[in-house]
């Protein structure tokens, strides 16, 4: 009676139009109230407990690292390096839409956010060269959902909130299936591209791949951080959110200046002589160098506790060093004796520059820019935190009652087997994943699902995967698929258009749906090589 009454109300209300988090915290305590011999104390127990889980704490600061990766600056750096790698094979821009959206999806770890960030510039971008608005908008719907499948991901976060599995783990299982779904799509595309004769960017060499590279560096280099501290044993997930939001706060005000006091002030300006701009080139080359030696030598060696600081900033200064040398050599004249000068005019650019940080870094904490991102940070945790604690309250209930254990048993009773279970688990994902949001469908499923899946010997890391891409899915499939409402808002389409012009690309997820689903292996070789097998206990 009790299990009835529980999924009553929450589809009941949820089709009356009642919020999740609600939907979710009032049933849990009505069938708590009148069905359970649970106290109604437990109530106030988990909302505490759930608000003071660890790993959520990773949430806000990853939307918090998004926020200020969102800005127009760092997307345009992106799709530059895309275009630049990518761009000269048939539809290489649409190809490269798709891959500035895997890699910025690496930086924000939401769908929506990668939708608006992309899909701003590329949209206008294959509009200009020839390619349907239709088109540009069915392939940006489809490569922003891997927002949420590309690590770090704020979903996989929720799952492993939710189930109690790692998020190292989850985080490095998505890299395989975010770069096949990413190449799938690519080859859609070129098929597509051959079939109507789209159009090729011209290859402009190496050497513009390498200028792509430098402007998106500092952006990308937010995706060192994050996974390199996590596998290097520096940081826990959570810690490695906490340290990726005041790295991307420090670039987008202070490196990129897309917002804040020194919005549009350039390092270098035209009255600067060519030598001093080589000089402070030479200056920064090194300084850069030398930081991510130091970075990444630390999170390969920290763990096994190999190489001394002091031997690490060696071979850093010798390195930085032969930057200093090798680049006024490069690009200046007057050979080795005018290296010192070249290098001397060069810190006049710098001193401005750091004079102009130190004048207005206090004020760049304060600016409006910086107060409007925290404040659309603040919004969207508040809202998604709601959602998991009363989404938490939700699966107590589901265990007290042993909601779960009495499924699994009847599912059993019908001779369900891991095989037809995993496609019980996609059509129940695939249809609820058309009517909700990700993650608060992703908390009600998992709580009733996890314990089933280690009953029938599921990997819960690969089921997880197949969780996460079911609502990838679910967001481009009306009627509430949020990327396709953040794409008609950007394109200016009716929703109407932008599903007709989305679903030729869904039909490539869901043949990447089934390949994840039965092909294990995509989930879990990478954690496994890593970090071990995973130890399964009675959850």
């Known amino acids: 009676m009790e299990t009835t009454f529980l999924f009553v109300m929450v589809l009941g209300l949820l089709f009356l139009g009642v919020p999740v988090a609600i939907s979710l915290g009032l049933s849990s305590v009505l069938t708590i109230a009148l069905f359970s011999s649970d106290s109604m104390s437990s109530v106030a127990l988990q909302l505490f407990t759930a608000s003071q889980n660890y790993t959520l704490l990773a949430i806000p600061f990853f939307i918090l690292a998004s926020a200020f990766m969102s800005t127009g600056g ?167 959110a906490a340290v990726a ?90 050979g080795a004796a005018a290296v010192p000068g070249t290098l001397g005019a060069g810190l006049p650019v710098w001193g401005r520059n750091l004079g102009q940080v130190g004048r207005h870094f206090f004020g760049a904490l304060f600016h409006a820019d910086t107060h409007k991102v925290l404040v659309d940070a603040g919004k969207t945790t508040v809202m998604l935190m709601f959602i998991i604690v009363n989404a938490l309250l939700f699966a107590h209930v589901l265990t007290s009652e042993r909601i779960p254990d009495a499924i699994a048993a009847m599912m059993l009773d019908y001779g369900f087997n891991w095989f037809t279970f995993l496609i019980a688990v996609n059509i129940l994902l695939l249809i609820g994943g058309q009517f909700m949001e990700p993650s608060g469908l992703l908390l009600i499923v998992a709580p009733v699902v996890f314990p089933i899946a280690m009953e029938l010997g599921v990997d819960p890391i690969h089921l997880g995967i197949i969780m996460v891409v079911n609502m990838e899915i679910g967001m481009i499939t009306p009627p509430i698929g949020l990327n396709l409402f953040v794409t008609s808002g950007i394109t200016g389409m009716s929703l109407i258009q932008v599903v007709r012009a989305a679903m030729p690309f869904v039909g490539v997820l869901f043949i990447f749906l089934l390949l994840v689903t039965y092909v294990p292996w995509l989930s879990t070789a990478v954690p496994t090589a890593l970090m071990g097998p995973e130890i399964i206990t009675n959850r």
């Open 245 to 334: 939001a005041v790295y991307a706060a420090f670039v987008a005000l202070f490196i990129y200046r897309d917002m804040g006091p020194l919005k549009e002030k350039a390092w270098t300006e035209p009255t600067d002589s060519r030598r001093a701009v080589v000089g402070f080139k030479a200056l920064v080359y090194a300084l850069a160098f030398f930081f991510v030696w130091m970075m990444l030598s630390f999170f390969a060696f920290a763990e096994a506790g190999e190489g001394s600081f002091s031997s690490r900033a060696l071979i850093g200064l010798v390195c930085a060093a032969l930057i200093l040398i090798a680049y006024p050599l490069w690009r200046a004249e007057g």
């Open 74 to 240: 760092v997307a345009r750096r992106i799709i530059h390096f895309a275009i630049a790698t990518i761009g000269h094979f048939r539809g290489g821009l649409a190809m490269a839409s798709v891959f500035a959206c895997m890699m910025f999806a690496a930086l924000s770890g939401s769908s929506p956010a990668t939708v608006v960030a992309i899909g701003t510039i590329a949209i206008a971008g294959m509009r200009q060269v020839g390619y349907s608005k239709e088109f540009a908008a069915g392939i940006i719907a489809n490569a922003g959902t891997l927002g949420i499948l590309i690590p770090p991901s704020i979903v996989m976060v929720v799952y492993a909130a939710a189930t109690n599995v790692s998020v190292g783990r989850m985080f490095l299982a998505g890299i395989i299936p975010g770069v096949v779904a990413g190449l799938m799509l690519m080859i859609a595309i070129y098929i597509q591209a051959r079939r109507k004769n789209l159009p090729a960017e011209e290859w402009k060499g190496f050497g513009e791949v390498i200028a792509g590279g430098k402007e998106a560096g500092w952006g990308l280099f937010l995706i060192v951080i994050i996974l390199g501290g996590i596998y290097g044993g520096v940081f826990t997930p959570t810690e490695a």
